[in-house]
């Protein structure tokens, strides 16, 4: 029996959820005008990617550039896949990449392309705010050698 349009979007959604899932991410079911699912990296609050519905498809992807940049390298035909710049809705994605259904083999690969993508930008948000951690507790051990260092204007010298 064939899968109604519902059905069909229903088990798309389901699939790549349970593939961000099984890569250690956590879904969040969030609104802002439709409901959608926002992907995070654990201990992250950075978003990964989104999962949202697609009008004449199943459902979408909504990934950041340094995603699409790396998944555009795997697509061999790209009249086979619809790909829709979003970057103007200002959700903090560039790229949505549709799917007609859960067997579309590209689903595996934007995933992948998502996680590895929001890992490198947790890796180097994590780099940096270590290295701004220690350049503040150098400051602040520089202050407290300078206040040492400094001579009482009103002590009676000889």
């Known amino acids: 029996m064939a899968k109604t349009k519902a059905q069909l979007k229903t088990e798309t959604r389901e699939k790549i959820?349970?593939?961000?899932?099984?890569?250690?991410?956590?879904?969040?079911?969030?609104?802002?005008?439709?409901?959608?699912?926002?992907?995070?990296?654990?201990?992250?609050k950075q978003r990964i990617a989104a999962i949202y519905g697609s009008l004449g498809g199943a459902a979408s992807v909504w990934l950041k550039e340094?995603?699409?940049?790396?998944?555009?390298g795997h697509i061999k035909d790209p009249s086979k896949h619809r790909v829709e710049d979003v970057g103007?809705?200002?959700?903090?994605?560039?790229?949505?990449?549709?799917?007609?259904?859960?067997d579309d083999p590209l689903i595996h690969g934007a995933v992948e392309c998502a996680v590895r993508a929001g890992r490198n930008r947790w890796d180097k948000t994590q780099h940096r705010r270590a290295e701004d951690a220690r350049r503040t507790k150098a400051a602040a051990e520089r202050k407290v050698q300078r206040d040492a260092n400094?001579?009482?204007?009103?002590?009676?010298t000889k």
Do not use: I, M
């Open 66 to 72: 340094a995603a699409w940049d790396d998944l555009r």
């Open 150 to 156: 400094k001579r009482d204007p009103w002590a009676v």
């Open 17 to 44: 959820q349970g593939l961000f899932e099984a890569q250690g991410c956590t879904v969040e079911e969030k609104t802002a005008g439709n409901k959608y699912l926002a992907v995070s990296l654990p201990d992250s």
């Open 88 to 102: 103007d809705f200002r959700r903090g994605f560039q790229w949505a990449v549709h799917f007609d259904g859960p």
